[in-house]
């Protein structure tokens, strides 16, 4: 899975590429960021830049990796494995025909709003922002 | 599933109940905060003081909720019901015979250490201190 940073506007407080969609399994709307299932035998890198672009239409010339965990380890074995992509060139996307996602760049400070208020309800992403965010804060305060 | 603080010795820096143990799984061991399953019909607020007390014998007397979220949303329709637990009192564990749970207070700081350096691969972990972490620092700047 992806986070996918615009930062060509502000470095201080780039934009995030941003999905909403209707779960099924949870019954409702959430915003999420890009992910997808990796195909058997890809490697991990190559398949986010893939997913990415099917979803989202984005190419990034950055890629690097943030963080791998286990979303629910008592029973699910496989990990997630996050990368943060930078250096966005915009495109076609190409959705699989089940995905009805809407696409939205929303400013990391506007997405740290939304988390503090409990407007954010998909893990992966949590994880991935907040993540991010206290990496970033760490580096600043150095 | 519960974040435990016991903010007896140091408010600005409390020690978190974590657990150790084998997922197999995930196939290594994890650090994690305890969770484990609601009983059907149980209400998630008694689910988790039930866990609580069973994984590591602490009960507490103020409860809070921290945050609501969907794991893995492509598929799993239960949510994680996170909450927040203070004033802690140590008792008797009473984990399940197929329960091997290595049980340690770590400093709040010394569990983000962790997790900057990659060490902690619990999601729920992940999520749960990154957002309580936050939510605090807010609450200090403000």
Redesign the interface.
Known sequence: MILALDNSKSKKDPWIVMERQY?H???RF?W?LPAGKIDGGEDPLAAAQRELAEETGYKAKKWRRL???????????E??KVFVAEGLEAGDARPEEDEEIELRLVKMSDV?KM??K?A?????T??SV??Y???RA?RRRK
């Open positions: 779960r399994a949870a019954n959430l999420e963080v791998e965990y286990y979303a629910s380890p008592g029973f699910l074995g990990s997630m740290l988390i503090e409990g954010i309800m998909d893990g992966k949590l994880t907040l993540l965010e206290r990496l760490g």
